[in-house]
């Protein structure tokens, strides 16, 4: 299994530009997440899923959007760049409340 | 809303001494989990805690739910060089869907 794959792993954005950070799971897990890691701030709920077509606000939605359409795919959207959005992003997904996560390896994005 | 505050930020120990990190709840949680990411690396699941008052032990792990289920400790007995990393800890409040993170405590071992 391939478990939670992400993509791209590194990524250096313009001010104003839009991109899409992709996750993809393979587990069958109901329950999708992203975070976003800055140093000494541990990890922040961006948004999050419960199953498909299903979709809430964490702790830092700002400047993002989400959508669940399949199990699978849970892409997170950056809709306007701004530097303040430079982070180590993490997708992670869960087969229920009282599982533990399974994260992707991140993505490393840089708004210049 | 919900904070999880976790202690000491920062720990640097000798090779063979003992690690304990510390983890606050504002509110009370329905569970706790643990983490461990590696430097460059993402976090990995360690463990879930449920009940109150509850103990589990990993081989040189041991980790503590509070009674009253708004704090948490991880315990490393005898510290190796392989326990490097930052540990997180997990929980989801009363009735929530979210899983918010502590701070994470970063260990650094001396051989």
């Known amino acids: 299994n391939a478990g939670v794959t992400q993509t791209p792993k590194f990524q250096v954005l313009k001010t104003g530009q839009s991109m899409t950070l992709q996750c993809a799971q393979d587990?069958?897990?109901?329950?999708m997440s992203w975070y976003r890691q800055d140093p000494g701030m541990g990890l922040r709920l961006i948004h999050y899923s419960v199953g498909a077509g299903i979709t809430d606000q964490g702790e830092v939605p700002n400047g993002y959007n989400v959508s669940r359409s399949t199990t699978e795919d849970f892409p997170l959207r950056l809709l306007s760049a701004a530097p303040s959005q430079t982070s180590v992003y993490f997708c992670a997904s869960s087969s229920g409340l009282f599982y533990g996560y399974t994260f992707g390896s991140g993505t490393r994005l840089t708004v210049v | 809303g919900q904070q999880v505050m976790q202690i000491p930020q920062y720990q640097h120990v000798q090779e063979g001494e003992d690690f304990t990190t510390y983890c606050n709840s504002s509110t009370t949680l329905s569970n706790i989990q643990w983490y461990k990411q590696r430097p460059g690396g993402h976090p990995v699941f360690l463990i879930q805690l449920v009940k109150s008052g509850e103990v589990k032990k990993q081989k040189r792990l041991t980790f503590q739910f509070g009674e009253a289920k708004k704090n948490s400790s991880l315990h490393i007995t005898a510290t190796q060089t392989t326990d490097v990393g930052t540990y997180f800890c997990a929980g989801h409040e009363d009735s929530s869907y979210k899983l918010i993170f502590g701070s994470g405590t970063r260990l650094l071992v001396r051989p």
């Open positions: 587990m069958n897990h109901e329950y």
